[in-house]
């Protein structure tokens, strides 16, 4: 198993060219299966995730042809479709069930592995198998797969989502659109890479309106058109170099990504004293001397403080100037990093969901192991900045989000070497 060698500390400049969002590229990738025609799509990030689900796709019968350098794909429908998603592909990728809703509405019948959980969390499907059993389908839960099938097609609805679900949401989208009649869905999650999906879908002639913050109206259509679709950046990705920069005193310009798109992190870090400029496709972003403590993060859904970047700021937290509290509110396990970080010298205290995170640390190198893919990179971020030598181990598990992350980091300035 790979892993990362590190030498602290650095302090970052340059340039870094932000990659195709991870969880843009993944509902519009399952979203394809609802077409007949070829469909091309642009900027995929070059991570194992996205690999995983074009093997899926392969699996049910789509004809892939991925470009040299892995950033596009085109693919198209093979006679022999298939309706059965394997375990052995959904169980390293939660997102493989963004399957099902596709599935159902095109050919009205799936056989998909539920996804199982992951170290943060159970993640259940329920919301999703609610929504769509609302659309007309009808489902069995048997050895660990979904057993589904609608009579015909699926039939639109009114629906009021009781907890916003970013997956929940992206799967009934992707169904409505070749349901019989008008979906309205209430209470979505409204995440830049949801908009991501419907900008794409409805490049391809879907029928699909915002009429409130989190509501979206779906006119269910025959057929869609072929599409060629360049996916959003990563904004998480992006925000993770903004933290980087600002907890290594550097200074970087951060390129292709619209800067709107992580306004409450950028709002955060120029509270803790960062400098920052923004222009249409790029932010420029200088790390204080000194870095103020925050109280109370919360995360919550968007447009609020994201989940994903939690273990990241947890990090910066740690080298700020006082006490500072984050508090987990999406997933019930997001705080494997604490014990890592300790490892390095950090002292933090967690009760249930709430983390409290004393300043002042500086961070002795240490031997590391990584858990999910947002601690994992938080752990790069804190060995950056760490006196000495630190080894991450289990980098598969950052592979699995961040394109070639350690070459990006060299170029800024970091001492960090991946060995195999
Ligand atoms: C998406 O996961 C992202 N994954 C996650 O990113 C991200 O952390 C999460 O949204 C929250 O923003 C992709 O987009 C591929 P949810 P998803 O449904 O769709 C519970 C990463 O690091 N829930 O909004 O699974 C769920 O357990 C990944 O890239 C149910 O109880 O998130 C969680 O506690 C990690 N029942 C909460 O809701 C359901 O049917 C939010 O989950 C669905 C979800």
Redesign the pocket.
Known sequence: MDKFLIKGPCKIKGNVYVSGS??AA??ILASTLLFDQTVKIKNLPRVK?IETMLNLLKSLGSIIKLSKNKKSVIITKSKNKKVFASYSLVKTM??GI?VLGPLIAKYHKAITSLPGGCL??????????STLKRLGMKYQIRKGYIHANSKGKLKGTKIKFS??????T?NSIIAACLAKGKTILKNC?I?P?IKDLTKFLSSAGAKIKWTGKRTVEIEGINSLNSASYSVMSDR?EAGTFCIAACITRGNIVIKNIDPKVIQTELNLLKKMGAKIKKSKNEIYIKGPKKLKSLNNIETK??PNF???LQAQLMVLLCRSDGRSTITEN???NRFMHVAELRRLGAKISVKENKAIIEGGTSFQGAELMSS???ASVALVLAAMVAYGKSTINRIYHLDR?YEKIENKLRKVGVNIKRIS
């Open positions: 991870k969880n993944l509902p995730d939660r997102a963004l943060i969390g159970a993640r259940p499907v329920n919301y999703h198998l907890n916003i679900s970013v997956g929940a992206e999650a995440e890479e998480i859904e968007y994201p989940t994903d999406i997933f019930e999910d893919l947002r989000g």
